[in-house]
RNA sequence: GCUGGGAUGGCGGAGCGGUCAAUCGCAUCAGACUGUAAAUCUGACGCCUUUAUGGCUACGUAGGUUCGAAUCCUACUCCCAGCA
């Protein structure tokens, strides 16, 4: 079970600062949930994961149970003994990927539609978007039924049914402390009647899952309804009115970021103001004090991570590149305002060296200042937030 | 010195008569990435032109054969291997 202490609400915004109190330890909020997809923040020990000032991690069902299967997990003596990480967990349900691995997959789009994917593809509200999901339609390697979905095994080709039942049985085994509800994360490109269909089935989902727990973990609900507003807010007042310890905001935001801030506005008016809101996979650097102005306590997101296996550091100074050359010169800490281990004892020239020479030792450097640079620009808005400036 | 092999764009290396400004890899540059099929993907990469089914210069050097040569022939220069 879980525990959430609202310490402060802000008068300017709707942001708040907050105690998450888990078995595992408490989350000052708001606050950034790396992902750890695969019982991992990829390239960091959980010694060093807590070391970049994290204190909860996201691991993945769908993920956990092709490999190594949950069972394997659960004789280990759960996610946190399994993977030596102390601190809270959360599982994602299993939900994203019938998104990732199904429409986006098929169109090579992510859960908001780049300007270029836009143009070519229509969001789904006009008539005209050639390209549009409509009802019925269903992705070329998942089979979405009322009862869950039969997936391809991206490891093997091999079926895989997830729904309900089995997500909250597998999060059960998996163990970590807040486990979300199976839900259809729809795509940027589903019109609105395909929407209002999935949403309804996410919903019935989301009262077999409710049911369906067993166990004393934190069980979050999640909003779905796409970009319509409508759906958005009876998804809301839906889900919000079911005894869920928690919300997730998911799905897709549409094609721009107005409107994601707008679609988070809808949401969380008509939910519970006492319990916490998460807001599943939305973190980039400028999208992150606009979603805790609206009043969201924890968001998970790949971009620290990723992103550093890319190259990319966020430093003070801005995104900088490290697969370009330029660096090798450059006898500068990678951020001379940063106080993590990476900048006090590295430099540029040799990340750059190391990344270019493809050492996996830049991607460990890199995801770890990374992780650490969101980290404390989240604890310095927190600290905004308790002196009434945020 | 003889015999054999070779010289291709920043590098490595394909091509062996036309569809070749030249496959591919590397390097370089640019872009993408938001509940992780992601240490990944996309694009540019001789020069000029905003674009092209556009122009120019190119496959060691100099000639030649041919309607047409990176590709065939001759000479030269350099490199490699084996033998003296």
Redesign the pocket.
């Known amino acids: 079970m879980i525990e959430f202490e609202i310490l402060k609400e802000s008068k300017i915004s709707q942001a708040r600062l907050g105690l998450l109190k888990t078995s595992h330890g408490i989350v000052e909020t708001p606050c950034l949930v ?4 695969q019982a991992v ?3 960091l020990t959980s010694e060093e994961a807590e070391q970049t000032k994290s204190q909860i991690l ?1 691991a ?1 069902t ?2 956990l149970h092709l490999k190594p299967g949950e069972a394997i997990v659960k004789s280990a003596g759960g996610l946190h003994k399994f993977m030596n990480w102390p601190k809270p967990l959360m599982t ?2 299993g ?7 199904g429409f ?2 098929d169109f090579g789009t ?3 539609l ?1 300007p270029h994917q836009k143009l070519r593809f229509g969001t789904g509200q006009e008539e005209k978007s050639n390209y549009s999901i409509r009802k019925g339609q269903q992705p070329k ?1 998942l089979k979405i039924t009322g009862d869950g979905v039969f997936f391809t095994s ?2 093997n080709g091999e079926k895989i049914f997830l729904g309900p039942k089995e997500s909250i049985k597998i999060q059960e085994s998996l163990g970590a402390d807040i486990i ?2 199976f ?4 795509s940027p490109m589903a019109d609105y009647d395909y929407t209002k269909k999935s949403l309804l089935k996410t919903h019935c989902w989301a009262k077999i899952c409710l049911k369906g727990k067993k166990s004393d973990q934190a069980l979050f609900g ?1 909003v ?1 309804g796409g970009k319509f507003k409508d759906l958005r807010k009876e998804s809301a007042r839906f889900i919000g009115s079911l005894p869920f310890d928690g919300f ?1 905001i ?2 897709e935001f549409g094609d721009n ?1 107005k409107i994601m801030v707008e679609m988070i506005n809808w949401v969380i008016k008509e939910l519970p103001e006492e319990k916490p809101r998460h807001l ?5 650097l400028e ?1 992150i004090a606009k979603i805790i102005k609206a009043g969201i306590d924890t968001f ?4 620290p ?3 550093a ?4 550091a966020f430093t003070s100074e801005g995104k900088l ?1 490290f ?4 660096f090798l010169k450059d006898k500068k800490p990678l951020d001379k305002k940063c106080s993590c281990f990476v900048c006090q004892n590295y430099r540029r020239n040799y990340i750059n060296h190391l990344f ?1 020479a ?1 050492e ?1 030792t830049a ?1 460990k450097l890199l995801t770890f200042h990374n992780l650490y640079f969101f980290n404390n620009e989240i604890a310095k808005i927190r600290e905004k937030i308790k002196k009434g400036k945020f």
């Open positions: 790396p992902v750890a997809t923040v990829k390239t996201i993945n769908f993920h994602d349900s939900g994203f990927q019938v998104f990732s691995l986006g997959r992510g859960k908001i780049t390697l991206p490891l979300f509800t839900d259809e994360c729809t999640i779905q997730g998911g799905g970021k599943l996979g939305i973190g980039r999208d998970d997101c790949i971009v991570t990723r992103y296996r890319h190259g990319a590149d697969a370009r050359m330029k270019r493809g996996i991607l």
